[in-house]
Antibody, heavy 118, light 110 residues
Framework: QVQLQESGPGLVKPSETLSLTCTVS????????WSWIRQPPGRGLEWIGY???????KYNPSLKSRVTISIDTSKDQFSLKVTSVTAADTAVYYC????????????WGQGTLVSVSS | QTVVTQEPSFSVSPGGTVTLTCGLS?????????PSWLQQTPGQAPRTLIY???TRSSGVPDRFSGSILGNKAALTITGAQADDECDYYC??????????FGGGTKLTVL
């Protein structure tokens, strides 16, 4: 059974960089798109971007200037960096697998709350 | 950027049928957008109910069904149960490797 687990600091100061890692277990990291999705408290879901197993990336145009997603296939991990954070970046951050054949976000991590505050 | 629209809230009686929709601020939703429907209960990660318009995920009861109705994607729940009361999100593939989530519908069963 594929499992995803987010990890990283739960508190980040304004203007600093948010960094999270998602560790994949129980399945291959190859041949899938690996996404980050966030949800501000009490609000809806927002797709942040993805990294393909070969390193190709795509980002939400509204976040593109501040976001970097990378992958380390040797560690079965992919990562998210968001620069110059503000309170608006406070959210539960989820990592998820997208199966391009099924066209489905089929596996999700449990999510991790990141708060931006001084 | 195109906005994906959903009803903010909806109410259904136990045992009743409800259809939630997923549209675009400009244009029509078709199967080419590969609409998915996700269910989210409080404090939990979302889980997919329906993908590629009308395919149920493993373990999802057949009282959940997906379709295209007019110019929108639709999720129909027949025989609504109390534990169907939660949030429902659609997500559309906009092309060029970009996905957009709808704002979500809060479903009340009463």
């Amino acid at each position: 059974q594929v499992q995803l687990q987010e990890s990283g600091p739960g508190l980040v100061k304004p203007s600093e960089t948010l960094s999270l890692t998602c560790t994949v277990s129980g399945g291959s990291i190859s041949d899938y798109h690996w996404s980050w999705i966030r949800q501000p408290p009490g609000r809806g879901l927002e797709w942040i971007g993805y990294v393909y197993y070969n390193g190709d990336t795509k980002y939400n145009p509204s976040l593109k200037s501040r976001v970097t997603i990378s992958i380390d296939t040797s560690k079965d991990q992919f990562s998210l960096k968001v620069t110059s954070v503000t309170a608006a970046d406070t959210a539960v951050y989820y990592c998820a697998r997208y199966d391009k054949w099924l066209r489905d976000f089929d596996y999700w991590g449990q999510g991790t709350l990141v708060s931006v505050s001084s | 950027q195109t906005v994906v629209t959903q009803e903010p809230s909806f109410s259904v009686s136990p045992g009743g049928t409800v259809t939630l929709t997923c549209g675009l601020s400009s244009g029509s939703v078709s199967t080419s957008y590969f609409p998915s429907w996700l269910q989210q209960t409080p404090g939990q990660a979302p889980r997919t109910l329906i993908y590629s318009t009308n395919t149920r995920s493993s373990g999802v009861p057949d009282r959940f069904s997906g379709s295209i109705l007019g110019n929108k994607a639709a999720l129909t729940i027949t025989g609504a149960q109390a534990d169907d009361e939660c949030d429902y999100y659609c997500v559309l593939y906009m092309g060029s490797g970009v996905w957009v989530f709808g704002g979500g519908t809060k479903l009340t069963v009463l």
